[in-house]
């Protein structure tokens, strides 16, 4: 089985500060993980996703993370935040299905708030 | 990007009667979508995954008789709730999987969301 966990459920900053929402996992197989942004009365976007190769996985909008499988981590991270960034953001894990040709299903965390502050 | 329509976003109902939800993909085929249910303040929890012409396969704990799941065409799944009640009141949310021959063209599309409130 696998979990995951946002360490924050709300984040507020300031307009062009660095930000990093943290997400740890814990899974027995090798998985695969993700970030989703849902801005107010839309559905969940894809920011970035870790498949495999390098472990910085560079996303939209400026928007990193890196996988770090020692600490099972898997934070996201933006060096300077505009207003439109105030959003809900969602970790998420998945395993890989028997043929290896699509994802599992996907295992979300609780949901980090960001608030960008002007 | 591809794009997840659901309707209605919002539906309020009484006691005792069905609901329907749909979720389409308008600008690709999803042989697969799957139906969450997010409590507030609380993570999407996966109900089901809706495969294209047969039977939906449920999350132990769902009452497949109670979420009715259609998905008759490679561009529409439904969702029913049948004889709803208050504690069916929840936010649900549908995602459509795109398919490729490598796993970075698997990518799911989430619709925004339809908030159920049974009086």
């Known amino acids: 089985a696998q979990s995951v966990t946002q360490l924050d459920s709300q984040v507020p900053v300031f307009e062009e500060a660095p930000v990093e929402l943290r997400c740890n996992y814990s899974s027995s197989v090798s998985v695969y993980l993700f970030w989703y942004v849902q801005y107010p009365n839309q559905g969940l976007q894809l920011l970035l996703k870790y498949l495999s190769g390098s472990t910085l996985v560079k996303g939209i909008n400026g928007f990193e993370a890196e996988f770090n499988k020692s600490q099972t981590s898997f934070h996201l991270r933006k060096p300077s935040v505009h207003i439109s960034d105030t959003a809900e953001y969602f970790c998420?894990?998945?395993?890989?299905?028997?043929?290896?040709?699509?994802?599992?299903?996907?295992?979300f965390g609780q949901g980090t708030i960001l608030t960008v502050h002007p | 990007g591809a794009v997840v329509s659901q309707h209605p976003s919002w539906v309020i109902c009484k006691s005792g009667t069905s609901v329907k939800i749909e979720c389409r993909s308008l600008?690709?085929?999803?042989?697969?979508m799957f139906w969450y249910r997010q409590f507030p303040k609380q993570s999407l929890m996966l109900m089901a995954t809706?495969?294209?012409?047969?039977?939906?396969?449920?999350e132990q704990g769902v009452e497949k008789d109670k979420f009715l799941i259609n998905h008759a065409s490679l561009t529409l799944s439904t969702l029913t709730v049948t004889s709803a009640h208050p504690e069916d009141s929840s936010f649900y949310i549908c995602?459509?999987?795109?398919?490729?021959?490598?796993?970075?063209?698997?990518?799911?599309?989430f619709g925004a969301g339809t908030r159920l409130s049974v009086l």
């Open positions: 998420a894990v998945s395993d890989l299905k028997a043929g290896g040709t699509s994802y599992g299903k996907l295992t």
């Open positions: 809706s495969n294209e012409g047969s039977k939906a396969t449920y």
């Open positions: 995602s459509a999987r795109t398919s490729g021959r490598t796993l970075a063209k698997n990518i799911q599309y």
């Open positions: 600008d690709f085929q999803a042989t697969t």
